[in-house]
T-cell receptor, first 111, second 115 residues
C-alpha cells in the first residue's frame, strides 16, 4: 500500500521562506507531485519530481530523494495568498494513473 | 481551452438514497479520475476511466460506480448512501500516457451532504 506523512500545520511570516516536508512509503514509485488547495477550491498542480534533485518553478521549488523516500516543497517570498493547504501525492504503477495524496499541510502566512 | 466542470455544486441526500454526479473533462483530455475528499483530509482515489472503461479502482465498495462517455465526460454514481459518504467529490482529467499522469486538472467539486 501507500502512505505519506506531512506536517499538519505550518505558520510563516510574509516574505519569508517555508519548507513543507513529505515522507512516503509506496509499493512502486513514479514520482512525487505537489498540489495547492485554497479553502473551497480545487487542488491545483504545482510541481512534480520523478528524479532526485531540485525542480524550480518561480517562487516554488520541489525536491526529491528517492533513496530516502523523501521530498519537500519550498516556498520563497511568501505572500498572503499562499495561505492554503499543500498536498504531496505519489504516482505509482498500480494499474491506473492515479495519485495517492497525503493528508495535507495547512500553511498560514501572517503579516 | 475549457477547464474541468462538475455538477451539481452542492447536493443534500438522505441515507439510503442514490446520487449521480457529473463531470466534463478538460478539452483534449481522455482520462477522468474521481476522488473523495473528507473535511480536513487529502483526496482519496475512487476510480479512473480511460476510453470509457474503468482503469483502476481505489478502496471503495461496489456501490460506488461510474461511467465515461464517448466525449470523455463522466458520471459517478453512489447507491445506498451512508452518512460517511458526506464529502467533497472531485473529478480530475488528464491525458493518459505510458508514464503516470501526475499532472491532473481538478474540477471545483460537488459537496455531498448525507443526512
Amino acid at each position: 500500500g501507500q502512505s505519506l506523512e506531512q506536517p499538519s500545520e505550518v505558520t510563516a511570516v510574509e516574505g519569508a521562506i517555508v519548507q513543507i516536508n513529505c515522507t512516503y512509503q509506496t509499493s512502486g514509485f513514479y514520482g512525487l507531485s505537489w498540489y495547492q488547495q485554497h479553502d473551497g477550491g480545487a487542488p491545483t498542480f504545482l510541481s512534480y519530481n520523478a528524479l532526485d534533485g531540485l525542480e524550480e518553478t518561480g517562487r516554488f521549488s520541489s525536491f526529491l530523494s528517492r533513496s530516502d523516500s523523501y521530498g519537500y516543497l519550498l516556498l520563497q517570498e511568501l505572500q498572503m495568498k499562499d495561505s492554503a493547504s499543500y498536498f504531496c501525492a505519489v504516482s505509482a504503477p498500480t494499474g491506473a494513473n492515479n495519485l495517492f495524496f497525503g493528508t495535507g499541510t495547512r500553511l498560514t502566512v501572517i503579516p | 481551452e475549457t477547464g474541468v466542470t462538475q455538477s451539481p455544486t452542492h447536493l443534500i441526500k438522505t441515507r439510503g438514497q442514490q446520487v449521480t454526479l457529473r463531470c466534463s473533462s478538460q478539452s483534449g483530455h481522455n482520462t477522468v479520475s474521481w476522488y473523495q475528499q473528507a473535511l480536513g483530509q487529502g483526496p482519496q482515489f475512487i476510480f479512473q476511466y480511460y476510453r470509457e472503461e474503468e482503469n483502476g479502482r481505489g478502496n471503495f465498495p461496489p456501490r460506488f460506480s461510474g461511467l465515461q462517455f464517448p466525449n470523455y465526460s463522466s458520471e459517478l454514481n453512489v447507491n445506498a448512501l451512508e452518512l460517511d459518504d458526506s464529502a467533497l467529490y472531485l473529478c480530475a482529467s488528464s491525458w493518459a500516457s505510458d508514464s503516470s499522469s501526475y499532472e491532473q486538472y481538478f474540477g471545483p467539486g460537488t459537496r455531498l451532504t448525507v443526512t
